[in-house]
């Protein structure tokens, strides 16, 4: 019997659930980038007849013994002319398990900025090596852009296997050397495989050429790998695009969702004006559906009238992006005219477009070894990390969590070009790179702290007391901030100067840029401590009550204010006590996944080992544990006037 003849209908209805990846190539000069491409189309039938007869006299014109697939993606005269890519290159093709968009992307150091641009979209990088020139400083510094655009899965092509003999040792020498450089990047999902765009071996169909490689040909790893799990399907954001009013009975805002699901009923906050409302409708392209998720652009119309125009956004009341003014971020500068801080460019951020200025140039990156260099300016291509100010808040999120909510693009006002692309980054936190040159303007050993006449003695002597810092640890509900107040209003009415740094106030404020993951309760705690040594140098006594779930972050506290000050008292409630006292209703919205980290439920609390004190708050009321802490402060010494 012949082989079924499958109708063109039945292909279709196949390929219309087929996902779709996009992926882009890149790596050093003449490494085989666009070979490669036009091998996997040419071998996977992505090209058209009238694509290939274009193709095979292109080749003969230019003299070409076979056909030179590279003219596939190298559509520029001058592209053709030097044999390399200048310009990113897009081409479609499509496979009965997967639809595909390939960016063809530089290779020249001169075109750095396009390489980024082209992978900025991408799910998956191919970074080709040349097996017989071995790891390059452009392979590592592509490799590090990718990183940096939050690409998690990444294909080391070892090409020209045909020019090294197809020899298992030189695959495997720039396996390890590779590897060595990656240990620094940020890269979950890292693949070699050896091949050769020139002959066709291991790009569509595994090679007999090279027994001893065992995994798959690359167009089946393409086909395989799994993308689906790194969208953010969690954080709702729906930065609005457009109001649309086609007639007084109807008002849509339109946009595309970049991250989460959004369903119909759904409680939703508008931002900046906090005012909530819910999802009265969803619109799709086919009509009204019940939800919708990223990246789906939709029509949104909701159940109460609220000034919402371009630039706002739509989140979950639980579940909110940072609101910033100021902004860390990892930037890679594409402009000719170097990057000068102080400058006031157009920043384009979602659907927002506000004014900004780079207000610190913290350092440059050199990607070939990761570490971290002084500089003044950021030069063309050249990646640094730095401060930029807004002229209104930002609502966004960490690149890793978000890519569309933690990028944002630089355009200079005056030439309308884009001059950077920034990854925001979580506060504090620093990429994987060395520490900086000896003598850097980034090191800070070299900064002295200001000292007045007024000496420590003297504030005793006036205020009668000798400065301390009561941090109160505990869980949500023990009581810390019930008792802080307490506290304070007693050593008020003895006569001592005190003060009380609360976790809910400081968050409101100091704070108010940082979200509440481990690094950002880090620098929190950071903060509050800094502030309290700060306030105990004027001679105050300071109460803090903040959660501080980590042993090591209430340990760096106590660093920073210093052993003879810092009084840890922990509040020792149980769970069950703690959430019978929730007013707020935290816990509850915890246990029901609206909160993410909270401690206690979903995130550990680490108790303290040796406090100076541990009131069991669970079981007595809160005067009697601020009169415990008045007591100890008494007895040691801390009232000797």
């Not at 709702?236 to 119909?264: E, W």
């Not at 050249?382 to 401060?387: A, C, L, M, N």
């Given at each position: 019997?012949?082989?079924?003849?499958?109708?063109?209908?039945?292909?279709?209805?196949?390929?219309?659930?087929?996902?779709?990846?996009?992926?882009?190539?890149?790596?050093?000069?003449?490494?085989?980038?666009?070979?490669?491409?036009?091998?996997?189309?040419?071998?996977?039938?992505?090209?058209?007849?009238?694509?290939?007869?274009?193709?095979?006299?292109?080749?003969?014109?230019?003299?070409?013994?076979?056909?030179?697939?590279?003219?596939?993606?190298?559509?520029?005269?001058?592209?053709?002319?030097?044999?390399?890519?200048?310009?990113?290159?897009?081409?479609?093709?499509?496979?009965?398990?997967?639809?595909?968009?390939?960016?063809?992307?530089?290779?020249?150091?001169?075109?750095?900025?396009?390489?980024?641009?082209?992978?900025?979209?991408?799910?998956?990088?191919?970074?080709?090596?040349?097996?017989?020139?071995?790891?390059?400083?452009?392979?590592?510094?592509?490799?590090?852009?990718?990183?940096?655009?939050?690409?998690?899965?990444?294909?080391?092509?070892?090409?020209?296997?045909?020019?090294?003999?197809?020899?298992?040792?030189?695959?495997?020498?720039?396996?390890?050397?590779?590897?060595?450089?990656?240990?620094?990047?940020?890269?979950?999902?890292?693949?070699?495989?050896?091949?050769?765009?020139?002959?066709?071996?291991?790009?569509?169909?595994?090679?007999?050429?090279?027994?001893?490689?065992?995994?798959?040909?690359?167009?089946?790893?393409?086909?395989?790998?799994?993308?689906?799990?790194?969208?953010?399907?969690?954080?709702?954001?729906?930065?609005?695009?457009?109001?649309?009013?086609?007639?007084?009975?109807?008002?849509?805002?339109?946009?595309?969702?970049?991250?989460?699901?959004?369903?119909?009923?759904?409680?939703?906050?508008?931002?900046?004006?906090?005012?909530?409302?819910?999802?009265?409708?969803?619109?799709?392209?086919?009509?009204?559906?019940?939800?919708?998720?990223?990246?789906?652009?939709?029509?949104?119309?909701?159940?109460?009238?609220?000034?919402?125009?371009?630039?706002?956004?739509?989140?979950?009341?639980?579940?909110?992006?940072?609101?910033?003014?100021?902004?860390?971020?990892?930037?890679?500068?594409?402009?000719?005219?170097?990057?000068?801080?102080?400058?006031?460019?157009?920043?384009?951020?979602?659907?927002?477009?506000?004014?900004?200025?780079?207000?610190?140039?913290?350092?440059?990156?050199?990607?070939?070894?990761?570490?971290?260099?002084?500089?003044?300016?950021?030069?063309?291509?050249?990646?640094?990390?730095?401060?930029?100010?807004?002229?209104?808040?930002?609502?966004?999120?960490?690149?890793?969590?978000?890519?569309?909510?933690?990028?944002?693009?630089?355009?200079?006002?005056?030439?309308?070009?884009?001059?950077?692309?920034?990854?925001?980054?979580?506060?504090?936190?620093?990429?994987?790179?060395?520490?900086?040159?000896?003598?850097?303007?980034?090191?800070?050993?070299?900064?002295?702290?200001?000292?007045?006449?007024?000496?420590?003695?003297?504030?005793?002597?006036?205020?009668?007391?000798?400065?301390?810092?009561?941090?109160?640890?505990?869980?949500?509900?023990?009581?810390?901030?019930?008792?802080?107040?307490?506290?304070e209003r007693k050593l008020m009415a003895a006569g001592r100067l005190c003060c009380v740094l609360d976790g809910d106030n400081i968050r409101c404020g100091l704070s108010r840029d940082l979200d509440f993951s481990p690094g950002g309760r880090r620098e929190n705690i950071r903060r509050v401590a800094e502030v309290a040594r700060l306030l105990?140098?004027?001679?105050?006594?300071?109460?803090?009550?903040?959660?501080?779930?980590?042993?090591?972050?209430?340990?760096?506290?106590?660093?920073?204010?210093?052993?003879?000050?810092?009084?840890?008292?922990?509040?020792?409630?149980?769970?069950?006590?703690?959430?019978?006292?929730?007013?707020?209703?935290?816990?509850?919205?915890?246990?029901?996944?609206?909160?993410?980290?909270?401690?206690?439920?979903?995130?550990?609390?680490?108790?303290?080992?040796?406090?100076?004190?541990?009131?069991?708050?669970?079981?007595?009321?809160?005067?009697?544990?601020?009169?415990?802490?008045?007591?100890?402060?008494?007895?040691?010494?801390?009232?000797?006037?």
């Amino acid at each position: 019997m012949g082989a079924a003849i499958v109708k063109p209908e039945e292909l279709l209805m196949r390929s219309r659930g087929a996902e779709l990846l996009r992926f882009s190539t890149a790596g050093s000069v003449d490494d085989g980038k666009s070979t490669l491409i036009g091998r996997l189309l040419y071998e996977a039938r992505g090209l058209y007849e009238d694509q290939l007869a274009a193709l095979k006299k292109d080749s003969a014109r230019f003299k070409r013994e076979e056909l030179d697939l590279s003219f596939v993606t190298d559509g520029l005269k001058a592209e053709r002319e030097q044999g390399i890519t200048i310009d990113v290159a897009y081409r479609y093709f499509s496979t009965p398990r997967r639809h595909f968009i390939i960016a063809d992307t530089p290779g020249h150091e001169q075109y750095t900025r396009n390489m980024a641009t082209g992978a900025s979209t991408a799910d998956l990088a191919i970074v080709l090596i040349d097996a017989q020139k071995g790891v390059l400083p452009q392979s590592r510094l592509h490799a590090f852009i990718s990183s940096l655009l939050g690409i998690k899965h990444l294909v080391v092509a070892v090409n020209k296997m045909d020019l090294a003999g197809y020899s298992e040792d030189v695959f495997r020498s720039i396996v390890k050397d590779f590897d060595a450089f990656s240990e620094k990047l940020n890269i979950q999902d890292l693949v070699y495989i050896p091949l050769s765009a020139l002959k066709g071996d291991n790009v569509v169909k595994r090679s007999g050429r090279m027994p001893w490689y065992e995994g798959p040909p690359l167009l089946s790893h393409l086909e395989s790998v799994h993308i689906l799990s790194d969208r953010n399907l969690v954080d709702l954001r729906f930065p609005v695009q457009y109001v649309l009013r086609p007639d007084t009975s109807f008002r849509g805002y339109c946009g595309r969702l970049a991250g989460g699901v959004l369903r119909r009923g759904d409680e939703l906050l508008a931002l900046p004006s906090q005012r909530r409302t819910r999802v009265r409708s969803i619109t799709g392209a086919g009509g009204e559906v019940e939800y919708a998720f990223a990246p789906q652009s939709v029509a949104v119309t909701l159940e109460d009238e609220l000034d919402v125009t371009r630039g706002d956004m739509l989140v979950h009341p639980a579940n909110l992006p940072q609101i910033r003014r100021e902004v860390e971020a990892l930037l890679v500068w594409m402009d000719r005219e170097p990057l000068t801080p102080g400058k006031v460019y157009w920043l384009k951020h979602t659907t927002q477009l506000l004014k900004c200025s780079v207000a610190r140039l913290q350092f440059r990156i050199d990607p070939g070894t990761l570490s971290r260099r002084d500089a003044a300016v950021l030069n063309l291509n050249e990646i640094g990390r730095v401060t930029v100010q807004c002229f209104r808040p930002v609502f966004c999120d960490e690149y890793s969590k978000n890519r569309q909510t933690g990028s944002f693009i630089l355009i200079d006002p005056l030439t309308h070009a884009t001059a950077g692309a920034g990854m925001i980054i979580e506060r504090g936190s620093l990429p994987a790179t060395d520490h900086p040159a000896e003598g850097s303007a980034a090191d800070s050993r070299f900064l002295l702290p200001g000292e007045g006449t007024v000496s420590p003695g003297d504030r005793e002597r006036l205020l009668k007391q000798k400065p301390a810092t009561v941090w109160l640890t505990g869980l949500s509900g023990s009581g810390k901030s019930t008792v802080a107040y307490e506290l304070e209003r007693k050593l008020m009415a003895a006569g001592r100067l005190c003060c009380v740094l609360d976790g809910d106030n400081i968050r409101c404020g100091l704070s108010r840029d940082l979200d509440f993951s481990p690094g950002g309760r880090r620098e929190n705690i950071r903060r509050v401590a800094e502030v309290a040594r700060l306030l105990n140098e004027a001679g105050l006594i300071v109460i803090t009550a903040f959660i501080s779930p980590c042993r090591e972050d209430r340990g760096q506290a106590g660093k920073i204010i210093g052993s003879g000050r810092f009084i840890e008292v922990f509040l020792d409630a149980s769970v069950e006590v703690c959430e019978k006292r929730d007013a707020k209703g935290l816990y509850k919205k915890a246990r029901a996944g609206l909160i993410k980290e909270f401690t206690g439920v979903s995130a550990p609390y680490e108790a303290p080992e040796a406090p100076a004190l541990r009131l069991k708050t669970g079981e007595e009321p809160a005067g009697l544990s601020a009169e415990h802490i008045r007591l100890y402060l008494e007895q040691n010494g801390f009232f000797k006037f």
